[in-house]
């Protein structure tokens, strides 16, 4: 008796640990991977970009998480609305400070399909961090350290932007403990977009570089006034 119970306890320490292993193998993998993508030339982007991308969206399905664990359902999300009116209170102050010092600029491309695919962008975002990254993360850390890596790792993800990787440590560590405590993905992928199109206005675009990272950072190239209206009106 004592060693059938012995043989399931080992058993049970050898799956875990197979578990534990393959957790961090795609931990690994699905950051690599990403940053990899990031640093492609444009070409290859639109080949290799989708695969790095959704790959993560089918490890997490697979095993079949029901909506609140996603932060897709209903759990939290009538608490967590807060968010909302705060993410717009700070974007007002931003661009009210940034009119005043004079950084304030239009938005490179403030069409509906730039807007709404950043916006959908940030929800993607939002889905990468809380629902691949921290729960691989909590496998071998705290909570709060598994929330301070996946900051971390989070602004990494946005170098060579130094105003960005800045801006996004700070954001991955607040959106990933709103995230412990409401469990709402769509309220803080909107936030998300809310202050990271408030941050595209206000900071001058000779340091965003039009918000690129990766390689594309160091394509970017600066427009003439009224160029975006003039290229747009042509069309």
Not at 9 to 33: D, H, M, N, P
Not at 119 to 128: E, P, R
Request: hydrophobic letters at 50%; aromatic letters at 12%; proline letters at 5%.
């Amino acid at each position: 008796m004592a060693t059938a119970s012995n043989s399931t306890l080992v058993t049970l320490s050898l799956s875990q640990e197979q578990k534990s292993s393959r957790e961090l193998v795609e931990l690994i993998i699905g950051f690599a991977a990403i940053l990899a993508v990031l640093w492609l030339p444009s070409r290859e982007q639109l080949v290799f970009g989708p695969l790095a991308l959704f790959a993560p969206l089918g490890l997490v399905l697979a095993k079949r998480p029901t909506l609140n664990q996603l932060g897709l359902g209903t759990q939290g999300f009538v608490r967590s609305l807060w968010i909302l009116p705060a993410a717009v209170a700070l974007s007002i102050a931003g661009v009210y400070f940034a009119q005043r010092i004079g950084t304030f600029h239009a938005l490179y491309a403030p069409d509906f399909s730039h807007v709404g695919g950043y916006v959908v962008w940030t929800l993607y975002q939002q889905f990468l961090l809380q629902d691949y990254f921290m729960p691989r993360l909590t496998r071998f850390l705290t909570t709060n350290k598994a929330m301070a890596l996946a900051a971390l790792l989070f602004a990494l993800a946005h170098l060579p932007n130094i105003p960005l990787t800045i801006a996004t440590l700070v954001w991955g560590a607040v959106s990933c403990w709103l995230f412990q405590r409401y469990r709402s993905l769509y309220v803080l992928g909107l936030a998300q977009g809310m202050l990271g199109l408030c941050f595209a206005v206000c900071v001058p675009d000779f340091m965003l570089h039009h918000m690129r990272v990766g390689l594309g950072y160091f394509h970017y190239h600066p427009i003439q006034a009224g160029h975006y209206v003039a290229t747009t009106t042509a069309k």
